[in-house]
């Protein structure tokens, strides 16, 4: 069954950093463009940042420029999202999701998660002192 596992959330101090993993299983990853999503409490999923399948281009919401990062392997089927300078606000569970895009090499944050493939099971991410 093709799937997407994530690893990498945990419990942060105000300005620590994390690095989310997700592993692309029984699918090969590189014609999908990859979001990472965060869901604080009783909200809905926001993209984040995108990775396009090559991984020439990203794109990251104006409050995570400059501290998040995000990358890929595709020999090995992985995407990472590096997270640094955490604050309060970047608290919550994050998803990767991935979107079938073999003809584009690029990268947009588009309101929505219905087109996406493949979704990881989430991942807490906990910022506080």
């Known amino acids: 069954q093709a799937k997407f596992v994530e690893s990498g959330g945990g419990l942060v101090q105000p300005g620590g950093s994390l690095i989310l993993s997700c592993v692309a299983s029984?699918?090969?990853?590189?014609?999908?463009?990859i979001i990472w999503f965060r869901q604080a409490p009783g909200k809905e999923r926001v993209g984040v940042s995108c990775?396009?399948?090559?991984?020439?281009?990203?794109t990251y919401l104006d409050s995570k420029k400059g501290r998040f990062t995000s990358s890929r392997d595709n020999a090995k089927n992985v995407v990472n999202l590096q997270m640094t300078g955490l604050t309060h606000e970047d608290t919550g569970v994050y998803y990767c999701?991935?979107?079938?895009?073999?003809?584009?090499?690029?990268?947009?944050?588009?309101?929505?998660?219905?087109?996406?493939?493949?979704w990881g099971q989430g991942t807490q991410v906990t910022v506080s002192s």
């Open positions: 999701a991935a979107e079938w895009t073999p003809f584009l090499d690029i990268c947009a944050l588009s309101p929505g998660t219905g087109r996406y493939d493949y």
């Open positions: 029984g699918f090969i990853l590189e014609p999908y463009r």
């Open positions: 990775v396009s399948r090559s991984n020439i281009m990203t």
